[in-house]
């Protein structure tokens, strides 16, 4: 009875060890909000935002009705639903993305290969200078987007509203972009 006690508090102890330093990796405090100045800044720089590590601070899930007809599908995850066939992507926190264009102040994120791109751009009100995701035909914290060339209805995973997931990059990276310093020797009487 001891060892198997034993045993179970030495897996206890190297699942919290496995969990919290993989959760370190991920945490919050490690990104900042990608917004309009610091793209003005990357862009004085001549910094492309091609090369730039995206990522979106919440989980996104998308939803798109085949209804009951059969329906290839390219992304996501297909299931039946009350008798109606449901294509559902989903992008955990934290999910990479890479910036596959630009336009205007919109950037398209891509969190996978293929023609599925994510709009996010300058929000409004609170989120006036932070990039969020884009949609149109919002509805109770919903929005419709277009991904993989069809629309889907998309809803946060881990937040009230769309619209608050915003676009971050590793705070790192911010702080090497954003800090600049170097260290003086000094002077000394020429005799």
Request: contains cysteine; proline residues 2%.
């Amino acid at each position: 009875m001891r060892r198997l006690f034993t045993v179970i508090l030495a897996l206890a102890s190297v699942s919290f060890f496995v969990v919290s330093c993989s959760s370190s990796k991920m945490s919050r405090n490690n990104f900042v909000p990608f917004t309009r100045d610091l793209k003005a800044k990357l862009e004085k720089e001549n910094i492309d935002l091609k090369q730039v590590q995206f990522y979106v601070d919440q989980k996104l899930i998308l939803n798109r009705n085949l209804g009951d007809e059969k329906i290839a599908v390219t992304s996501g995850v297909v299931r039946l639903e009350n008798g109606k066939y449901i294509n559902e992507v989903i992008v955990p926190s934290f999910t990479p993305g890479v910036c596959e264009g630009i336009e205007g102040d919109k950037l398209m994120i891509s969190f996978e290969k293929g023609n599925n791109n994510l709009a996010f751009g300058p929000g409004s009100g609170y989120t006036f200078n932070e990039y969020v995701l884009y949609g149109t035909e919002w509805k109770n914290g919903t929005a419709a987007v277009t991904y993989d060339s069809n629309k889907f209805r998309a809803r946060c995973g881990t937040c009230q509203d769309v619209a608050s997931a915003t676009l971050v990059i590793r705070k790192k990276v911010a702080e090497k972009w954003e800090h600049k310093s170097r260290t003086l020797k000094g002077r000394t009487v020429s005799k």
